[in-house]
């Protein structure tokens, strides 16, 4: 089947669906072009222009070097470091030129359309010089195809025959042809992305579905959105087959029958495979896939999402009703997380525009994404710590090359996307930033002026003449009553309250103004699994204060170019330590008060408990940057804080002590953790057993540990009881340091062994390798620390 359509001019607008039978029918809502809404002077506008210097600021030569190297050609310079030349090589050049195009929609002006020309010219040489339409930086990339080809294929959750995570790496080179075709009209580019969607057809051509659904065990990113995308581009349908071969069953599946089975999976594999489902339900018309994409949706949002609409910890999804882990842990909401949270809640809104849509989009593009870029310099934050007292680092363009930064070049060049929607007689206004937009079909312009959310009101100007309904978002967080609506002076009533769109149709006039009133309150909001934790949020902005719970301490916020750089690996404040809310009770919002000539900043007098806790205020988390900082607080009344800090303080001093002794540590089976400590492997699997990730292996596996110090004198291994009886050696540095034959300790809890460990060099490496018997199985290992003595 062939159906022809135009080229999309972005990635939402024009959006029509195709059934079934191949009839179009267009969405109920779209999007306009990033190259008909221009932003005003405002926060979003000042991340947008920090982002645009940071862009500018990458070598295009270094980010072509692994393509170049790939097919053979002379490199102008060296590849990056960091995760450009330790197996993920090439996926930053993907994110590069859909940041380019996404900028160059969004600003215009010549250097970023010649940038953007040039580096698909130079890609293009590398495409011809493969000869097959292959395209990509992936190391010994040619081999590995080859083999996965002729149906042989090892694949766990993040490597396909031991190479990093490839389809999710060449997704984003798809993605950039895609975007440099969709934003900035680059022929080429669209040329070139048809023919790598020819190269996996034929690649996958004899794998059966089984292998392919193995494959799709390892993250491959949303290869099956942009090969949809690739149909609709084209109208013919093999694509759009390649694209539902790409899609996870396993994920897809109890999705769409509305179970959820999300507990321990890598939170930002998925993501981007529902956003696939969705696209290809939006082409297709099948509601398997689109049903699958609201229920992970709703279950994300309502069950995994904290304050700043950020979910995940350590990168996987959480147990919904245990959130412990996001103040006990480091590795908080991941960036990449909420911008794809961020572009599905995007696609789910026009199909159907709820405001929670935008109540979202609006909460995490505050809270999350602008708070994740460095004012200034623009470097991007991987983890957002809500631990309290801890704090984020952030990448430089010369160094750190992780996913969050190829996100984060993308995110702050399309945050014109969602302000406006229409229909073809209704605009949506749903965002109120700052911005001016052209509805060309109208012949209507439209100025949005406001000081949003430092002045808690919006304007917007109409210049033309047509008549269609304007629907403003009532947000959830505007007491029902309070939204108030002026047209040309007169006060409007609204007719719709709090979660609703408030419609005023009319033959709108050049010069006629809408003016909003959008009241804001300062509230609680607790912790989603309703534990004693809160965070204060003024309308939709989260609070935060900053916090030095050390005397004169010097913490580096720029992030180096070790592998685990993207971790802010500082001192751990202890929980116990906290500042924290003491009240008689929970009602004591009205004693946070607002601090005279500074907007959004609240003093709390008497109710904060801590260190320094008189001088703390609380600030728009967005603005909070090379800090310590606390957004999650803990409450107590005054007869019960000692009890509460004490009780903490004992809950965590095993824990804290531990990390004292640990060198070292890896978490078996988890993407980052394993990748970071050179894990290898034949025979390996890994899993997750009831939220606990796993790895063994029926041959052998092995990781790299550091021991700087030379301190090393103990390894701790964790096991299951329910891996009782299996039998494997353990071998360090290629000596045998035990042969083990795991036992049933009582109960259903993960325990451990040590193992003595002889001294080593300082600075020596530790190769930890795990051997099975014959007819046995190496692990179940469920941890693995390195400690001194």
Partial sequence: MRFLLRPMRSLFSGMLTLSLCGALHAAPAQLFPLSDVRLGAGPFLEAQNTDRAYLLALDPDKLLAPFQREAGLPLAKPSYGNWESSGLDGHMGGHYLSALALMH?????????????????????????NGNGYLGGIPGGSEVWQAIARGTMRADNFSVNGKWVPWYNLHKTYAGLRDAYMYAGNEDARAMLIALSDWALKLSAQLSPEQMQAMLRAEHGGMNEVLADVARMTGDDKYMVLARRFSHQAVLDPLARGEDRLTGLHANTQIPKVIGFKRIGDLTGERRMLDAARFFWQTVHDKRTVAIGGNSVKEHFHDENDFSSMVGEVEGPETCNTYNMIKLSGMLFLDDQQVQYGDYIERALYNHILASQRPKTGGFAYFTPLRPNHYRVYSQPDQAMWCCVGSGIESHARHGEFIYAHAPDTLFVNLFIASTLDWRAKNVRLTQSTRFPDQASSRITVDGDARFAMKIRYPRWVARGALQLRVNGKRIKAAGGPGEYISVERRWRKGDVVDISLPMTTRLEQMPDQSNYYAVLHGPIVLAAKTAPFANEKLNFLADDSRMGHIAQGPVCPLGAAPMFVSDTRQFMHRFKPVPGQPLTFAAPGLIRGLHAESLRLIPFFRLHESRYTMYWPYATPANADLLQAATAKAEAERIALD??????VAPGQQQPESDHAFKGEGADAGVNQGRHWRHASGWFSYELKDPGGEA??????YSPGDA???????????RIADVTLGAPEGDEIYTVDYALAPAAPGAKLVVKLVA?????????YGLRLLRQ
């Fill in 660 to 665: 004292a002794r640990t060198i070292d540590q």
């Fill in 725 to 735: 009886g299996r039998r494997f050696e353990i071998v360090v540095n290629g000596r």
């Fill in 773 to 781: 018997h014959p007819g046995s199985i190496a692990g179940g290992l």
């Fill in 105 to 129: 929609a969004s600003t215009g002006g010549p250097e970023l359309l010649a940038r953007l020309n040039k580096f698909v010219a130079a890609l293009k040489l590398c495409q011809e010089k």
């Fill in 713 to 718: 004198r103990v390894l701790r291994l964790s």
